[in-house]
């Protein structure tokens, strides 16, 4: 497994071959990592002048998880999103095998925040905050008016196969939780039709994942789940409870209403959507969510160690069942 000395002494090689500089002394650090990517900050010096990156990337160890799509067509993706007016950090470099740091590319760092508590609360955001809704309405459009033909090749996936991954997914920890059953009828009796054609789809649209400043929305993050699909998938996913970080009031990353969403989305070009569209992607979601947290602490003679932080995922499987029972049985809540 690689360490900061050997990720540091390739972006030295880098760095200098790339952008003719050098990885100024205590700009390496951390952020995050997950199952398969890593996440760093990093300062590249030119004479041009210090250039604030992000790495990512997946170690040379690190096998890559089946529904993600790879680093490099994450890149592209970003890219393409970029020349069409979605907000995204600017690729700076693909990695390639010469470069020794796996697979993964270089982007610039942007500066706002991420963290949905500070982007809901804080008073930087006041202004901002119920023009949110309709921004990231228009954020959505413009991803899902990106021209097919300009893609690179994606997964189809619709709803039914989005509810039948699901379900296998589900039927693997062994689990026979009754609200997620009954979930799995109510989404199988309310299912959609499919779209005449597909479109991209982010698939992982919502708080946690854009990059908010005083204005508005400055970057849309982690495209490892894109596909082609139904658009409303978007729509329905930032929806989700679990998203809106205790604000249930406003549907939309909570900061806004799916009405404000949904003009967003129209006045920058997108097709109108039926809520009922809107709200099976939202249960949908919040079953995909409730499954994976029941993932995070199941445990079998193959899963990994049982730390911390999964069993607290773990635990917020019955906030998931509370968000399905309000949309497949709202009158029989007490």
Not at 257 to 266: C, L, P, W
Request: glycine share 10%; charged share 25%; hydrophobic share 45%.
């Amino acid at each position: 497994m690689s360490g900061p000395a050997d990720i540091r002494s390739n972006l030295d090689r880098l760095a200098a071959r790339v952008f003719s500089g050098a990885v100024a002394e205590g700009s390496l650090l951390r952020l995050t990592g997950g199952a398969s990517q890593q996440t760093w900050s990093v300062d590249i010096v030119t004479p041009a002048g210090t250039l604030p990156l992000i790495l990512r990337h997946i170690p040379g160890d690190r096998a890559e998880i089946e529904r993600t799509v790879g680093p490099e067509t994450e890149a592209i993706l970003m890219r393409l999103a970029g020349a069409h007016g979605v907000p995204e950090p600017g690729v700076r470099h693909v990695l390639e095998p010469a470069d020794g740091l796996g697979r993964g590319f270089l982007s610039d760092r942007i500066a706002g925040e991420t963290l949905a508590r500070r982007i809901l609360r804080d008073a930087e955001f006041d202004a901002i905050r119920p023009r949110l809704a309709g921004l990231s309405g228009a954020a959505m459009a413009g991803i899902h008016a990106i021209p097919l033909d300009q893609l690179p090749s994606l997964l189809v996936k619709y709803a039914q196969d989005e509810l039948a991954d699901l379900r296998a997914s589900y039927r693997t920890t062994g689990a026979r939780v009754p609200t997620f059953e009954a979930a799995f009828r109510w989404l199988e009796d309310h299912m959609p039709q499919r779209p005449t054609t597909p479109c991209l789809v982010h698939g992982d649209f919502r708080n946690g994942n854009l990059i908010f400043g005083p204005e508005g929305i400055r970057a849309v993050l982690d495209w490892e789940l894109a596909h082609l699909g139904d658009p409303a998938q978007d729509l329905g996913w930032i929806t989700v409870n679990s998203w809106r970080f205790g604000a249930r009031d406003h549907p939309v990353g909570g900061f806004g209403s799916i009405e404000d969403m949904m003009a967003g989305y129209v006045a920058a070009g997108g097709a109108a959507i039926d809520t009922a569209r809107v709200l099976f992607w939202q249960a949908l979601g919040s079953l995909r969510w409730g499954v994976m947290c029941r993932q995070m602490s199941w445990r079998d003679e193959t899963a990994p160690p049982l730390v911390v932080e999964r069993a607290m995922i773990g635990r917020r499987v019955s906030e998931t069942e509370l968000d399905l029972l309000d949309i497949v049985a709202p009158d029989r809540r007490p």
